[in-house]
């Protein structure tokens, strides 16, 4: 399984962008049975949580430095979760991951260590 994220940048306070994580290695079959993350890291930071969506979709817990700002989404035909990010701060720059791990049960992981796949990141700076 691998996991590409995209969409990175530089942006101005109170912007949007839209991260976009794609992942191959796998039938969209399996790709559905997959609850996908988002965390990020800034500079000499620890890697947080962002938010995750259950593979349904109809989950997607956010973080509180996040909720109402950022949505996440996910289009199983392809093979892919998105975050839209609105309103975004300054705080908000750092190293964005995705990340994927394949779900039995109703559980939507948010921990760092829940999930088996990671993308390779992707760069959000947003200046003041």
């Known amino acids: 399984v691998q996991l590409q994220a995209s969409g990175g940048g530089l942006v101005q306070a109170g912007g949007s962008l839209r991260l976009s994580c794609a992942a191959s290695?796998?039938?969209?079959?399996?790709?559905?049975?997959?609850?996908m993350g988002w965390f990020r890291q800034a500079p000499g930071k620890d890697r947080e949580f962002v938010g995750t969506?259950?593979?349904?979709?109809?989950?997607?817990p956010l973080s509180d430095s996040v909720k109402g700002r950022f949505t996440i989404s996910r289009d199983n035909a392809k093979n892919t979760v998105y975050l839209q990010m609105n309103s975004l701060k300054p705080e908000d720059t750092a190293v964005y991951y995705c990340?994927?791990?394949?779900?039995?049960?109703?559980?939507?992981?948010?921990?760092?260590?829940?999930?088996?796949?990671w993308g390779q990141g992707t760069e959000v700076t947003v200046s003041s």
């Open positions: 990340a994927g791990k394949f779900t039995i049960l109703t559980h939507t992981p948010t921990r760092v260590d829940e999930f088996d796949y």
């Open positions: 290695g796998l039938s969209r079959y399996a790709f559905s049975r997959y609850s």
């Open positions: 969506i259950s593979r349904s979709g109809n989950s997607t």
